[in-house]
């Protein structure tokens, strides 16, 4: 443990000495760093996982005219750690009807299920990130749609209704929004042109420009995906306490019950993160590319910290539509799912082609240059740039207008209209007002 | 394909584990537990492609079958009960001597063919050595590929090097050459998906499900065929 | 109670759809210990029945054996979020039985101190409401506003939510010192209060997905069910106890009753939301209006309400709640019984239900701001 944050705050060449004393260099790079990078980001998420929940707590507490925990430590900042032991000491319950096997391990798949993403998660150049696979993206995908078994086991074997109503709408609720999820993802990486995170972060950084503004509408989708994707308000349908109680986890107790909560939170961090490496620059922010060559160390520090604080807004963006909105019913999130978003995102892969296709076409025309190069991703020039923000942003709009008029006679599109003002009526004082009781009955036959 | 170090090390724990997996697979009581030993076996098939150099092909798989069939199976399963079998019924079913007959048949099969297979690959990579004077565009694809894969292979699972971009070549070869099978088993999907609909909701559900505008609803009201009240 | 059949054999999901799922009594959302059981086709509501009764305390038999006075505290435990207009109705009844004259400072301070009781019983509801379907800051901000309100009642009853706030004849004591500044400071405050919970919810698309078309109940069947408050203006009724039978102070007050049109949960919110702009419009004129002089009528040492049947309703938060009382002409009640509003709008449930989903019954249960203390009794 100390080690590994000793790993994090010291300059890592000194380390790699080291330990070169001790172990062969193959297997220092292959085994040895690895298992330092594992456990410095382990334990770092696990910390921010569960501080995400104490931030959740004061932040929804000050949305909220009250104060939120203050009693554990200054301000309750302790208040996690007193959760922690409190959730560890307490009984581990199983009901007597569930298939003890599946009941115990579907916690664990989904915490594994979640943790697992962070492993190609690129948080900083250099060593500040585990591995750099070129199918980074897909794993990310793929690993965070095995997270869905531990729900739909969960309900399964807890043996009770309310957990298997919500298993079966979780798993309904996260085949859906995954497909609307990886589409959203492809527009983005037409840009970037490969699947690994760390290419597509660089991507951004030689091209200078966010995805967000050749994007606007991939953010979107991806953002409110994986919003639904994790089953956070307002799509937290499998959870809903008013309906099912605590659906798929109603008969968990104990640290099993926080595993799933452990993995909720660490998914919300995983989708936050991928949406800043696709479309905010992940750890690029303008101007610190200064200090790459003369202070390298403090550079990877400093792309670290400008990577957590924009996941870190991310973060406050789940928080601030949890406490705004109400929640979806089930059949509205299925048709938001299949027809708005999938829609949208078909268009806009449809509609970004069509962009990177009349930039392509413009570049010579007329002595325009929009294209710089096409060796790693889309460089454009300004020129290019200005085209390609314009198209992102007019697809806004053509977006809205397909999907009016793919949805323009279906309930939810015409929810506004049903917006109605009450009528008042003001019978004379002391008068009775049974005269209008009658005139409602007759006209009700 | 040569394993050393650590890479023979994964080879064996995911090959012991993938068959392992696949033997309580069918050896299970509970089709929940099955479908679970499905799941570890296809995860770790997939490690195995990724010891291949095939990453593509295993965050596909993962995402394709753990995620979606296994999750869609697990759907039927818990909604269709399935205890009897658990609960020692249907023994008139059980037929010893047929049973050990039909598993040593289908051993004898899964042998030959395996044999067989292992010959033919290895006879393949062994016709065509790439003879030095031969640049890649004079190769036939098929042979830049094996080449390539033969390349990408030198340094794989540990991350040295960025691994193989067989993304982009099954992107390629996809939309390239196999662009009208794709597109025509796309339709043939899309035919079953409309059709399973058609036959699965009732008019009851398509009333219940409320998700017309109530004015058009009551436009729509006289009409039979899509069955709105 | 309609009784739902209970399917013979399930032996899957698949072969028979219909599930019986048992809602309640410890469900988070049947506001307290209402038992619904549900017969669903997947999550499609096909019949329900209730089953009430987890609270029962026979306080209408409890009454048959005490005085006149000694009932008034066991009235704040029926609809103990609206207990001061419960005991409302209990002291007018046993009023009018005397035939007393009650002076007019107590009518007028019973009219606010009821009022700001709506108010706070229409807070709770949208807080409830609103956690219901999902909207938890509405909520806290909702229980902010009732705070003040309970605030008021501490000071001038000297408990927050079972006041015992009446006393046959009058009022246990005049008004406090700063009562007037405080309903003042609660009544100009609160307009922008609610426009905050309007912003929060009455545009939002999800609530109004959530809310429009939602427990649909005709004028028709309101009236032939017996729904009262405004559950009942919901669809379409102006019926208003306090304009067509007004007791306390309600003659001299100028308001307006909101009406809905179709029905449904969201007409019903608008309803309830207007409904408090009224009453904090009521509490208002109460407050400039407020006469002086004593709060107590004359009472006997023993009170002996002559030979008769006896029946007062008041227009409480819920809808009517009504008090009919026999009395044989001893110092004890010979039988009471409560009109409950709640019990009688909780029938409609079963019809507003059905056809609909599993999370809709939890918004119905919402809006039809059911109160178990008082369905029991």
Known sequence: MTMDIFALFAPPNLIDSFLLKFFAPETMNYVVWPFIQIGAVATVLAGWAAYASYLERKISAFMQARLGPMRVGPWGLLQPIADAIKLMTKEDLTPDDADPFIFKYAPYISVVAAFIVFAVIPFAPDWGVITDINIGLLFVLSVSSVGVLALILAGWSSNSKYALLGGLRSSAQMVSYEVSMGLSLVGALMFARTLSLSGIVQAQGLDSIWYFFYQPLGFVIFFISGIAENNRAPFDLPEAESELVAGFHTEYSGMRWSLFFMAEYAAMIVVSAVAVTLYLGGWYFPGTWRLMASYPVLYVFVSLFIFVSKTAILLYLYFWFRWTFPRYRYDQLMDLGWKWMIPASLVNIVWTALAIFVVQALNGWGGLRTIQSLTHGVNLTWAGKIIMVAFGFGGLFVTAAVLSMLNWRSRDFNLKKHRRQVRLVNSPKGQTAVASITKAVTSDG | ?229 | MHQVEVATTQETLLDNPEMILNMGPQHPSTHGVLRIILRLDGETVIDLDCDIGYLHRGMEKIAEHRLYPMIAPYWDRLDYIAAVSNGLVWVETVEQMLGLEVPPRAHYIRTILTELNRIASHLLWLATHGLDIGSFTVLLWALREREEILKIFEQQFGARLTCHAWRIGGMPSDTYADFEKDVQRFVDNFPARLAEYETLLSENRIWLGRTVGIGVISAADAIAIGLSGPALRGSGVAWDIRKSRPYAAYADMDFDVPVGENGDTYDRYLVRLEEMRQSRRIVQQALTNLPDGPVNAKLPKIIKPPVGDYYHSIEGPKGEIGCYLVSDGTSRPHRVRVRPPCLINLQALRQMCIGHLVADVVAIIGTLDIVLGEIDR
């Open chain 2, 1 to 229: 394909m040569i394993l050393s170090g650590w890479e023979s090390f994964f080879f064996w724990v995911f090959a012991f584990s993938a068959v392992i997996a696949a033997l309580l697979t069918v050896m299970a009581s509970n089709a929940v537990h099955s479908a679970l030993f499905l799941i570890s076996t296809l995860v770790s098939v997939a490690a195995l492609f990724v010891l291949l150099g095939a990453e593509f092909i295993a965050g596909v798989q993962v995402l394709v079958y753990v995620g979606g069939v296994m999750v869609l199976f697990l759907f039927v399963i818990m909604l269709v009960n399935v205890g009897t079998e658990e609960r020692g019924g249907g023994e008139e079913l059980y037929n010893r001597p047929a049973q050990v007959g039909a598993s040593l048949f289908f051993c004898v099969l899964l042998f030959v063919g395996l044999i067989s297979a292992v010959n033919l690959s290895s006879a393949h990579f062994r016709a065509q050595p790439t003879t030095p004077g031969q640049s890649i565009e004079q190769m036939s694809a098929e042979q830049a590929l094996v080449r390539e894969t033969e390349q990408g292979m030198v340094a794989s699972a540990t991350g040295t090097s960025k691994i193989s971009s067989d993304t982009e070549r099954v992107g390629a070869s996809l939309y390239r050459y196999g662009g009208l099978p794709f597109e025509i088993a796309s339709v043939l999907l899309l035919v079953a998906i409309v059709g399973s609909v058609l036959l699965a909701r009732t008019a009851k559900q398509e009333a219940a499900a409320d998700d017309l505008a109530p004015e058009t609803r009551a436009e729509l009201s006289g009409d039979e065929a899509l069955g709105i009240k």
